[in-house]
């Protein structure tokens, strides 16, 4: 075996360990997602048929070929399948609007298809493989040879498919970051499948140039996810953050009907304030109501809606379910009130905080083409909003509904029956107290 060792193309062991340390390098990164799972396979495929190639089959006559060089094909068949099946399944958290997809993903399965057709004929017909396909390329008559042909035509076939379906996922016009990664694979892909038909060093030379090109932009997509990351996790809780990052926008935030509590939270005296205080030090005060509305947002696992000057919307409940999601905002409520009178005072700035909370029924979802937004719509948000501009600063006002979801109702006080706008029958508040 020593003397095997020696004629191995030490530059394609290098590709060996590039291909293999990407593969570790993602599959530790983020190991619960299975489309992480899908890349890593596919790269640590990449690497044992490059080295299995090189060890096994190169530096043998086809005559002399050891059993090991049966595992070559296999090797090389796997990593177009776990490729196919990764770009699905990024394929499938892109929108595709009034697109037709099921040619597109018909194209991964096909390429699917034609590497296990090209697996079984490598492995029963291991020698012509090793003797007619591997580095066809460098040698004369080529074109010609039908043994060539046996291997190449799956083999081409399987990543001209997984290339058009990547054009075709394209097409769609996916996100920046997604554009990125597709367009990363989408050039690596030939480089890579080049490696075995090439005479070397230029096999190794292409593989990494591969590798490479496709290393290039899976850093640039991640570095692009983790600036999405930063801003989703000031808007969204770290759960649903994480499904975003995970599932796609879109996917995560399919429209459903859900039990929710709405939270509307409001300023009092801003107006008075802004007006008398230099803009730089009215917004500095806004950033450090919504940094304190934030924190709770994030420890109670809410989702914040919208910003709207002085006021806050958040839910409890969408876009994922919340246990016990009325008194998580209730308490949520009493703690964003208790920050917010403690940051009032430390400024010595005379404002105060209103606080609504409603529950029940909402339709949530994202709608839009180009810029999306999400959305919920029902009772509970529109009451939220109405007994927060009704509720007295350090007031947090609720209505039966939240209440009914509460155990310790005793130590919440009885308010007015309001008639509110939009409501044809009056609402009775009830009255959270300070702790």
Avoid at 270 to 275: G, M, V
Avoid at 347 to 361: D, M, W
């Amino acid at each position: 075996m020593s003397g095997v060792l020696v004629n191995v193309d030490s530059s394609a062991l290098v590709c060996v360990i590039i291909a293999l340390g990407m593969g570790v390098a993602f599959l530790v990164a983020d190991a619960r997602s299975l489309t992480t799972r899908m890349l890593s396979a596919f790269l640590l495929s990449i690497g044992a048929a490059i080295f299995l190639n090189v060890t096994f089959v190169r530096p043998y006559a086809p005559q002399d070929l050891p059993w090991m060089s049966y595992l070559a094909p296999c090797a090389s068949a796997l990593s177009m399948i776990f490729g196919a099946e990764w770009i699905l399944r990024i394929r499938r958290t892109v929108p595709a609007g009034a697109l037709r997809t099921r040619f597109g993903d018909l194209q991964f399965r096909m390429a699917q298809v034609f590497a296990v057709i090209y697996a079984l004929l490598g492995m029963w017909f291991n020698d012509l493989r090793a003797e007619y396909f591997l580095g066809a390329l460098g040698r004369p008559g080529w074109v010609a040879q039908p043994e060539f042909w046996l291997f190449a035509t799956p083999f081409v076939l399987a990543v001209l498919c997984v290339i058009d379906g990547t054009l075709i996922t394209l097409n769609r016009k996916p996100d920046h970051a997604e554009v990125v990664r597709l367009g990363g694979i989408a050039m690596a892909a030939p480089l890579i499948a080049a490696g075995l038909l090439l005479p070397p060093p230029l096999a190794s030379f292409s593989s990494a140039l591969g590798l490479m090109v496709f290393l290039i932009a899976a850093v640039q997509y991640h570095v692009l996810q983790g600036q999405r990351g930063q801003f989703l996790r000031r808007f969204l809780s770290p759960s649903v953050a994480e499904l975003v990052r995970r599932d796609g926008l879109v996917r995560a935030m399919q429209q459903q009907k859900l039990p929710v509590a709405a939270v509307a939270c409001d300023l009092r005296g801003y107006t008075d304030f802004a007006s008398n205080r230099d803009s730089a030090e009215v917004i500095a005060v806004l950033q450090d109501f919504y940094d304190q509305v934030g924190i709770e947002a994030a420890a109670h696992g809410a989702t914040i809606k919208d910003y709207a000057g002085d006021g806050v919307l958040l839910l409890l409940g969408a876009p994922l379910p919340v246990d016990g999601h009325a008194r998580q905002a209730l308490h949520m409520a009493a703690c964003i009130r208790r920050r917010c009178e403690q940051l009032f005072a430390q400024r010595g700035i005379a404002l105060g905080l209103g606080v609504g909370v409603a529950s029940g029924q909402v339709s949530v979802g994202v709608i839009g083409q180009q810029r999306l937004e999400y959305v919920a719509v029902g009772r509970a948000v529109n009451l939220a909003a109405r007994l927060c501009q009704n509720a007295a600063p350090g007031e947090i006002l609720c209505d039966d509904d939240t209440l009914a979801q509460v155990e310790d109702q005793g130590r919440f006080v009885s308010g007015e029956l309001m008639r509110l706008k939009g409501f044809v029958e009056p609402v009775q508040t009830w009255l959270l107290p300070a702790l």
